[in-house]
C-alpha cells in the first residue's frame, strides 16, 4: 500500500509547511481542510507543484465525511494540526470546543475505524498554566497542565483522548507542542506578531510588537518537518513533547531582523505574555533522533530573504 499522509489543516501555517516538506520527498500527501483558501500554501509552492497533493474541502466536526476521508483516500499517515486558536475559541467556546476537542476526538475514531494505528497531532504550551504556576527555569515535559485558557483547556483534552485511545485501542500518538511559531504563513493567532513584524520589515514599514518577553521561536518549516518524523516514526503509547529549544526573547527576535536587515525599524511593547520563558525539550531529544532547529538567525534571515522573494505576493 502506498503510504498516504492526511495533513489536516494543510491550509494553515504549519500544515502548509508539512505539505510543502510531504510534497518535496515526494510522499502522497492528502490536505483536509473546511477552508479553500490557499494563500499560505502558494507562498510555499507553484500551482503545478502543489498539483501533486490532493485537497478535500471538509470540516473536522463532520464524523462520516472525516471517517469517508480515510476510506477513500487509503490514509495510512496522520499529522493532525487543523483547529481553532486561542483569540478564536475566546470568542466563540462552543465552536472551539467542537473543532478542537470533537474534532479530534473524529480523527482518533476514523483512524481507529480504517486500522490507522498511529496518529501525530498538535498539542500546545498552552496546557501549561502561567509562569506563577513554577518555579524559575524550563518547564519540565511532566510539568503539570492547568491552562487558563479554553484553548490550553482543549488541548489538554485532547492529550488526555490520546492516552484513552491507546489504553483502549491501541493506537499510539505522539502530540508535539509547539511554543511561539514563526516564518512564511504565519499571520493569525496571538503569536504571529513576531512574523507580521518581519513581513513589515522587508516591505519597508514600520512595526510595534504589542507584546515582548522571554520566549522560544520555532521556524514553521522545523515544526512540520518534527510533525512528519512523529507520523512516520510511532513510539510506543501516547506520548506529549515540548518543542522547546534555545529560550530567547521578542526583543533579541527584533534585533536579529535588524542584523538581517539593517533599516528594519520594529519596535517591541514592554508587556511580556503571562506564558512561561521556556520548556524543557529533552524528552523529544531522548526520543526522536532528529530534531529539526534552524538557528533563530538563520531562520529569520531565510524569513526575510522568502518575503523579498514573494514581492508584492505576501500581506500581513
Ligand atoms: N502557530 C503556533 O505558534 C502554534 C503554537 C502551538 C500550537 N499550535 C497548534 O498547531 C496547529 C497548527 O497551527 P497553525 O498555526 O498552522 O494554525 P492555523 O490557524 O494557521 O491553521 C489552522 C487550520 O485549521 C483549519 N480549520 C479550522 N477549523 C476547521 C474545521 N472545523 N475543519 C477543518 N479545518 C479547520 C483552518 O481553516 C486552518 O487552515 C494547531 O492545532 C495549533 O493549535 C500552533
Redesign the pocket.
Known amino acids: 500500500m502506498t503510504d498516504t499522509y492526511l495533513v489536516?489543516?494543510g491550509?494553515?501555517?504549519?500544515?502548509a509547511w508539512a505539505l510543502y516538506h510531504l510534497r518535496r520527498s515526494g510522499a502522497r500527501a492528502v490536505n483536509?481542510?473546511?477552508?479553500e483558501d490557499r494563500h499560505r500554501i502558494n507562498w510555499l509552492m507553484t500551482a503545478e507543484e502543489q498539483a501533486a497533493i490532493t485537497f478535500v474541502q471538509?470540516?473536522?466536526?463532520d464524523t462520516d465525511g472525516l471517517k469517508a476521508v480515510f476510506a477513500e483516500q487509503g490514509v495510512t499517515h496522520v499529522i493532525h494540526?487543523?483547529?481553532?486558536?486561542v483569540p478564536f475559541c475566546r470568542a466563540n467556546p462552543v465552536l472551539g470546543a467542537q473543532?478542537n476537542v470533537t474534532?479530534t476526538v473524529n480523527v482518533f475514531e476514523a483512524a481507529r475505524e480504517n486500522g490507522v494505528n498511529h496518529i501525530a497531532f498538535?498539542s500546545?504550551?498552552?496546557v501549561y498554566g502561567p509562569p506563577s504556576d513554577f518555579p524559575p527555569g524550563l518547564i519540565p515535559n511532566d510539568a503539570p497542565k492547568n491552562p487558563r485558557t479554553l484553548y490550553g483547556a482543549y488541548k489538554v483534552c485532547n492529550e488526555g483522548t490520546a492516552l484513552v485511545y491507546y489504553e483502549d485501542y491501541g493506537i499510539t500518538s505522539t502530540a508535539l507542542?509547539?511554543?511561539?511559531?514563526y516564518g512564511v504563513g504565519?499571520n493569525?493567532?496571538m503569536?504571529s506578531e513576531p512574523t507580521k513584524a518581519l513581513v513589515a520589515a522587508a516591505k519597508g514599514q514600520r512595526y510595534k510588537i504589542p507584546f515582548s518577553g522571554e520566549m522560544q521561536f520555532q521556524w514553521a518549516s522545523d515544526v512540520a518537518r518534527q510533525f512528519i518524523l512523529a507520523a512516520q516514526q510511532p513510539l510506543a503509547g501516547a506520548r506529549g513533547f515540548n518543542l522547546g529549544g534555545p529560550p530567547s526573547n521578542v526583543a533579541r527576535f527584533a534585533e536579529l531582523a535588524k542584523d538581517a536587515l539593517p533599516d528594519a525599524e520594529i519596535e517591541v511593547v514592554d508587556n511580556p505574555l503571562p506564558f512561561p520563558a521556556g520548556f524543557d525539550d529533552s524528552a523529544l531529544r531522548a526520543s526522536f533522533e532528529t530534531v529539526y532547529e534552524t538557528p533563530l538567525e538563520e531562520g529569520i534571515a531565510e524569513t526575510i530573504s522568502h518575503i523579498q522573494r514573494l514581492g508584492d505576493g505576501i500581506e500581513q
Open positions: 489536516t489543516g491550509m494553515g501555517c504549519i500544515g483536509f481542510d473546511q477552508s471538509g470540516d473536522l466536526r494540526l487543523a483547529a481553532l486558536q473543532v474534532g498538535a500546545s504550551i498552552g507542542r509547539p511554543y511561539t511559531v504565519r493569525q493567532g503569536t
